[in-house]
């Protein structure tokens, strides 16, 4: 069989991670016990079972996981994630993320996250069809418009959800559209969610790059990872004259000291199975010497733990725009705030792609479609005003921009707690 077991736990555990900076920005804000207690437990963790019948007729059960973190603000919102890497404590990790990440950006929702462990990249089309709706399936009381609202994640996309907006409305004897978001735009999607994180971390990183006084044109880039956040992210900081010299995917780094040719590797890429391998206008490098290659910014847009507590101390970067969830280990933290780095961090720098979700959801239910120019115009003001709270609260409480965005997010959601009680 083509699957594997879960690779081990990580160094560093994902949830302990979120949790050491949780409990920073909680002391800041001076939370009550009780309140804290409330905040920092997932409200719902379901672990299914999923038979599917493979290919060659043999039946595997894969494992999947939907948590609900928190359903304080609103529905639950966050996405599904196909990896070989999927464990509980990884999707507890990202479901806190959706929550605080939703309230750094003013959305009524509350956090979610799932995932399936499986390796998408081996599956036939058939294979994630009917792996998509059994999980769709055996959480059918658990997604809803008004109650938990699924999106893409790492491994999926459009027609992941398409499937998943199919199976759900089946259940429910009508077209249900809002009930996920991340869908192909004949379906109801919303024009500029693809690109909406690669755009919201492009409109963080000159956020960032005004308060630090660099100039476009003289700013150099490393991005890692060439999927939907880095390809994207990587397009417009390019379109808006930075020089991306240094890219990765699986296949490895790629390093051009004159700036590499986005456009050609985007080409390059969809022509070559979505790899950048044998691309002819770069330099292959590691991902190490990536991470820690001479460039202003860094932009971390694959998974988490990348930026470790081995490797911080070499980074050359003066800004840092987490386009991943998670991309920093929180002993990596104390590291970067002492070369005086800058960190933009991912509940507010990726926060664009739930954002645009939000209006994909609030144009389904209005039965409307918004054109693009009001897509991107509104999601940029929200990630501009979110970008401008969070360095306020960091000014204020004198922290790095992370503690700024948690003490944001957290003050919202425990002042909404008190509002409302349990629920
Ligand atoms: N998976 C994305 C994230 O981590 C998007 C979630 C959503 O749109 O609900 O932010």
């Known amino acids: 069989m083509a699957y594997m077991e879960p690779a081990p736990l990580k160094k560093e555990n994902p949830f302990e991670s979120m949790m050491s900076r949780f409990n920073v920005a909680a002391d800041l804000l001076g939370l009550d016990e009780d309140t804290y207690n409330v905040l920092k437990t997932p409200t719902r963790q379901i672990i299914v079972a999923l038979p599917v019948t493979m290919?060659?007729?043999?039946?595997?059960?894969?494992?999947?996981?939907?948590?609900?973190?928190?359903?304080?603000l609103g529905p639950s919102k966050g996405g599904i994630r196909y990896d070989l890497d999927v464990n509980i404590d990884e999707v507890k990790a990202l479901a806190a993320?959706?929550?605080?990440?939703?309230?750094?950006?003013?959305?009524?929702?509350?956090?979610?996250?799932?995932?399936?462990?499986?390796?998408?990249?081996?599956m036939s089309r058939g294979e994630l069809e009917r792996l998509t709706r059994a999980y769709t399936l055996s959480l059918n009381d658990v997604f809803g418009q008004d109650k938990d609202i699924p999106a893409p994640d790492m491994g999926t996309g459009p027609q992941e959800m398409a499937w998943l907006m199919d199976e759900y409305s089946k259940?429910?004897?009508?077209?249900?559209?809002?009930?996920?978001?991340?869908?192909?735009?004949?379906?109801?999607?919303?024009?500029?969610?693809?690109?909406?994180?690669?755009?919201?971390?492009?409109?963080?990183?000159?956020?960032?790059?005004?308060?630090?006084?660099?100039i476009p044109s003289k700013?150099?880039?490393?991005?890692?990872?060439?999927?939907?956040?880095?390809?994207?992210?990587?397009?417009?900081?390019?379109?808006?004259?930075?020089?991306?010299?240094?890219?990765?995917?699986?296949?490895?780094?790629?390093?051009?000291?004159?700036?590499?040719?986005?456009?050609?590797?985007?080409?390059?890429?969809?022509?070559?199975?979505?790899?950048?391998?044998?691309?002819?206008?770069?330099?292959?490098?590691?991902?190490?010497e990536l991470i820690t290659a001479k460039v202003d910014l860094l932009v971390p847009a694959a998974k988490e733990d990348v930026i470790t507590s081995e490797n911080a101390g070499k980074i050359q970067a003066r800004l840092i725009v987490?386009?991943?969830?998670?991309?920093?280990?929180?002993?990596?933290?104390?590291?970067?705030?002492?070369?005086?780095?800058?960190?933009?961090?991912?509940i507010l720098a990726n926060a664009g792609g739930v954002t645009v979700s939000y209006f994909e959801w609030v144009q389904n239910r209005l039965g409307y479609?918004?054109?693009?120019?009001?897509?991107?115009?509104?999601?940029?003001?929200?990630?501009?005003?979110?970008?401008?709270?969070?360095?306020?609260?960091?000014?204020?409480?004198?922290?790095?921009?992370?503690?700024?965005?948690?003490?944001?997010?957290?003050?919202?959601?425990?002042?909404?707690?008190?509002?409302?009680?349990?629920?």
């Not at 999927?227 to 699986?250: P, Q, W």
């Not at 990596?332 to 005086?340: E, L, S, T």
């Not at 005003?385 to 921009?401: G, L, S």
């Open 171 to 214: 259940s429910q004897g009508m077209t249900v559209n809002a009930v996920v978001t991340g869908k192909p735009l004949v379906l109801g999607g919303s024009l500029g969610r693809v690109e909406a994180t690669g755009r919201g971390v492009m409109i963080s990183a000159f956020g960032a790059m005004e308060k630090l006084k660099m």
């Open 322 to 346: 987490e386009g991943a969830n998670g991309p920093t280990s929180s002993k990596a933290d104390a590291i970067i705030n002492d070369k005086g780095i800058m960190v933009v961090p991912d």
């Open 97 to 122: 993320w959706m929550t605080w990440k939703c309230a750094v950006v003013d959305l009524p929702y509350g956090g979610a996250k799932g995932g399936i462990i499986c390796d998408p990249k081996t």
């Open 369 to 423: 479609k918004w054109t693009l120019d009001r897509v991107n115009r509104r999601s940029d003001r929200i990630m501009k005003e979110a970008f401008d709270r969070v360095f306020a609260a960091a000014t204020q409480h004198k922290v790095a921009m992370r503690i700024g965005a948690y003490v944001v997010a957290i003050d919202k959601v425990a002042q909404t707690y008190k509002f409302r009680g349990g629920f």
């Open 219 to 288: 700013t150099s880039a490393a991005v890692q990872g060439f999927g939907n956040v880095g390809s994207n992210a990587a397009r417009l900081l390019y379109e808006r004259g930075i020089h991306v010299k240094a890219i990765s995917d699986i296949s490895g780094a790629y390093w051009n000291d004159k700036g590499l040719d986005i456009p050609a590797m985007l080409e390059y890429a969809a022509k070559n199975n979505r790899s950048l391998e044998g691309f002819p206008g770069a330099e292959k490098i590691s991902n190490e």
């Open 55 to 72: 290919d060659n007729g043999r039946i595997h059960v894969f494992e999947g996981y939907r948590v609900i973190h928190s359903t304080i």
